[in-house]
C-alpha cells in the first residue's frame, strides 16, 4: 500500500507500506515501524491523529501474496517488523479456514520487540511457529541468541522435498542471509519469494 | 561488516508501475538486455531513493527500466528489458 503524504507547500513524499490484515473490503490495518531520523514514519507514528485524511494507493502487486488456491505447504520467515506481510497471509489463512500447513520462523531483537505476541500465541491449527531471537532470549530459552542459520531454518520449517512456497520478508540483510540459506538447504529459488523493506 | 545495498524488491515500485501500465506489473516477467536472465518484475531490485525509480537485474546489476514522474509527464525508458510477457487479461 502506498501512503502519500502532502505538506501545505505542495511537497510530497510517498513510501510502501505492508498490509497486515487480510481483506475485507472496508479496512486496511497498517503496520509503521518509528525510524527516528526518518522523514514520514515520525509524522505516522506521532502526529497523526484520528480524522486525518491521508492519500493510500493500492493494495497494489500481486507477487508477495498467498492465495487460498495454493495447496502447497508455507514457510514463512519473518526478521522484525517483515512478520507484517507474513501476518496478512496468516490472518487470510485464518479467514477462510485453509487447512494449508504453514510454518513460520520469527526472527527478533528480543522477546519485548515482538510483534502480533498475544495473537501468535493464541495460535491457529496447522501454524507452526519458532522464534529465532537476536539479541536477547525470554529465560530458560533453549536456542542462545543468535542471527537465523541453516539448524534454525531445517528444524522450524519444511523439508525441500515438501516443495513449499517460501515467503521471506525483513531488511536487505536478513533477506539475503535467509534466502541464501534457504537455496543451500535445497529450496528450489523460485519458490522463493522474497519482500525487502530496506 | 559489509555495507547493506540500499534497494527493495520490485514489488515496492508496483504502485508506480500500475499507475504507468494501468495494471499490476509485479507479475510481469522480462528478460535482461545486457545478461539474458528471465525475471518476474517483483524480483528485480528497486531503487527507490533517487528522482525517478530504477529497476536493476538480479543477475547483472544492469538498467533494465526507469520511471520519472514531471509535473506534467510520466517517463518510461525500458531499453535495459528485451520484452515484456503479462498475463493477458481475462
Given at each position: 500500500m502506498d501512503v502519500r503524504l502532502t505538506a501545505e507547500d505542495g511537497y510530497s513524499t510517498q513510501r510502501s507500506y505492508s498490509v497486515a490484515s487480510a481483506p475485507d473490503g472496508e479496512t486496511v490495518e497498517l503496520t509503521v515501524q518509528r525510524t527516528?531520523?526518518?522523514?514520514v514514519s515520525p509524522y505516522l507514528t506521532d502526529e497523526l491523529t484520528v480524522g486525518d485524511l491521508v492519500e493510500l494507493r493500492g493494495?497494489?502487486?500481486?507477487?508477495f501474496v498467498w492465495r487460498p488456491e495454493q495447496k502447497e505447504p508455507v514457510f514463512l520467515l519473518a526478521g522484525g517488523s517483515g512478520l507484517v506481510p507474513l501476518m496478512a497471509m496468516i490472518r487470510m489463512r485464518r479467514a477462510v479456514g485453509s487447512r494449508t500447513p504453514f510454518r513460520l520462523i520469527y526472527s527478533a531483537r528480543s522477546p519485548e520487540t515482538q510483534l502480533f505476541t498475544s495473537e501468535l500465541r493464541r495460535g491457529d491449527p496447522g501454524l507452526d511457529t519458532t522464534y529465532v531471537y537476536t539479541r536477547s532470549t525470554p529465560p530458560q530459552w533453549s536456542r542462545p541468541a543468535g542471527r537465523i542459520d541453516a539448524s534454525a531454518i531445517s528444524s522450524g520449517g519444511w523439508p525441500p522435498d515438501f516443495e513449499p512456497t517460501c515467503y521471506v520478508c525483513g531488511s536487505t540483510g536478513f533477506v539475503e542471509t535467509a534466502a541464501g540459506l534457504l537455496v543451500a538447504l535445497g529450496?528450489?529459488?523460485?519458490r522463493i519469494r522474497t519482500e525487502r523493506f530496506g | 561488516m559489509t555495507p547493506t545495498p540500499d534497494f527493495l524488491d520490485g514489488n515496492a515500485a508496483a504502485g508506480d508501475l500500475e499507475s504507468l501500465?494501468?495494471?499490476?506489473?509485479?507479475?510481469a516477467s522480462g528478460q535482461c538486455h545486457g545478461c539474458g536472465k528471465q525475471m518476474m518484475l517483483a524480483e528485480t531490485h528497486a531503487y527507490l531513493g533517487g528522482p525517478g525509480t530504477v529497476l536493476r537485474c538480479p543477475g547483472c546489476d544492469g538498467v533494465l527500466l526507469r520511471m520519472v514522474r514531471s509535473p506534467h509527464d510520466m517517463w518510461l525508458d525500458?531499453?535495459?528489458?528485451?520484452h515484456l510477457r503479462l498475463p493477458a487479461p481475462a
Open positions: 527516528d531520523d526518518g522523514e493494495p497494489v502487486g500481486g507477487w529450496h528450489h529459488p523460485g | 501500465f494501468g495494471t499490476d506489473m509485479t507479475m525500458a531499453s535495459g528489458l528485451d
